[in-house]
């Protein structure tokens, strides 16, 4: 498959998750030499040394696959993008590490976040926000300029994510047993979930460490038990609304587009998750203090995002994009990058 490419005719893209990584490795006409996924290996999770081996590992398998002797360069250019690489400081930490590997002569390292947005605007301009395992935003102006959150958690300001809509769960339905909150129809789903009689029994048992607490697993279940109707829990939806719109307004206000035909893309495993639920409220909320953006959400994987960012780096051919994106098209959920959301 690689024959008759040489390295500087192709790119290496990652997308480093906190619950998947992609690699692909394309040339500069925008074809897909070879596509491999392995474990999260986000470095805040697992640690430095252990992202790394995933991710050399998931390189070398794409090398092989795409037909790469062992040994030498990979590719011209490695673009990845990673969750865990939230500040400045840990993109060039992370660049640095990544160089170390004898990947590619180039390399470009930034958080996921703008894989994101690239994957769901032809340009790489607007704002994305992204709900998966945590929350985050980043946005990039005409003119370069970008803004972004640091997305390091509650300590960083942050609210939402599968986690933390989880624990939500958890908490109202805890408290709606033992009458310290309101009724909610949480209490039985969440009940029915552990396969307890009352949740003061799965909370000894989550304590004792007898049952292990994923509250990404709760997540789903709290917009099943607000479709149903149940007011508690669609406080807690209307309260991601209200932060994913949130995130994006101020992006938009600091790079002065509050008033410009900008994207703003969607993404993430919570976003997409939920079908138009949470979408199609963003939309209509946003649509009140920015008439002209444009709500989208992400049809093809942060991969293809990391590989176009990595092709527009080396100034690939024209029609690179477009028969990427046709390699990687009905690959992810959603309303589609070329589909604006009604408001």
């Known amino acids: 498959m690689g024959e008759g490419i040489g390295v500087t005719d192709r790119v290496l893209a990652i997308d480093g998750g906190n619950s998947k990584t992609a690699v692909a ?10 596509r ?4 999260g290996a986000s470095p805040q999770n697992v640690g430095l040394e252990r992202s790394l081996e995933v991710f050399d590992g998931l390189v070398r398998e794409a090398a092989r696959a795409a037909g790469v002797a062992d040994g030498g360069f990979v590719a011209a250019h490695t673009a990845a993008y990673l969750a865990g690489a939230d500040l400045p400081q840990e993109e060039e930490d992370l660049r640095a590490a ?4 004898g990947w590619s002569a180039a390399t470009v390292v930034g958080n996921d976040t703008f894989a994101l947005l690239r994957a769901g605007t032809t340009d790489g301009i607007g704002v994305a926000v ?8 980043v946005a990039v102006a005409p003119d370069g300029r970008t803004h972004r959150f640091p ?3 509650r300590i960083s300001g942050d609210w939402g994510g599968g986690g933390h809509i989880g624990s939500e769960a958890l908490w109202l339905a805890v408290r709606a047993e033992d009458g310290r909150g309101e009724p909610t129809a949480l209490l039985d789903a969440v009940r029915a979930h552990y396969g307890t009689a009352t949740l003061a029994e799965a909370v000894q048992r989550l ?5 292990e607490f994923d509250p990404h697993a709760l997540c789903p279940l709290l917009f099943e038990v607000a479709a149903g109707g149940d007011a508690v829990a669609q406080a807690v939806v209307d309260r991601l609304v209200e932060e994913v719109v949130l995130l994006a307004r101020v992006s938009l206000t600091r790079l002065e587009l509050l008033s410009e035909p900008v994207d703003v893309v969607l993404g993430g495993g919570v976003l997409t998750g939920t079908g138009p639920v949470v979408v199609e409220a963003v939309a209509r909320r946003l649509g009140e203090v920015a008439p002209a953006a444009r709500v989208r959400v992400v049809d093809v994987p942060p991969v293809v995002g990391a590989a176009l960012l990595g092709l527009d780096a080396v100034g690939a051919s024209a029609g690179a994009e477009s028969r990427l994106r046709e390699a990687y098209e009905g690959s992810a959920a959603g309303a589609g990058s070329g589909a604006v959301v009604r408001r």
């Open 130 to 137: 992204v709900c998966g395992a945590g929350i985050n935003c």
């Open 151 to 153: 997305a390091l958690g």
């Open 98 to 101: 990544i160089e170390a590997r």
């Open 207 to 211: 304590h004792l460490a007898e049952v």
């Open 36 to 39: 491999v996924r392995g474990p």
């Open 25 to 34: 490795l394309v040339d500069t006409d925008g074809r897909v030499l070879a």
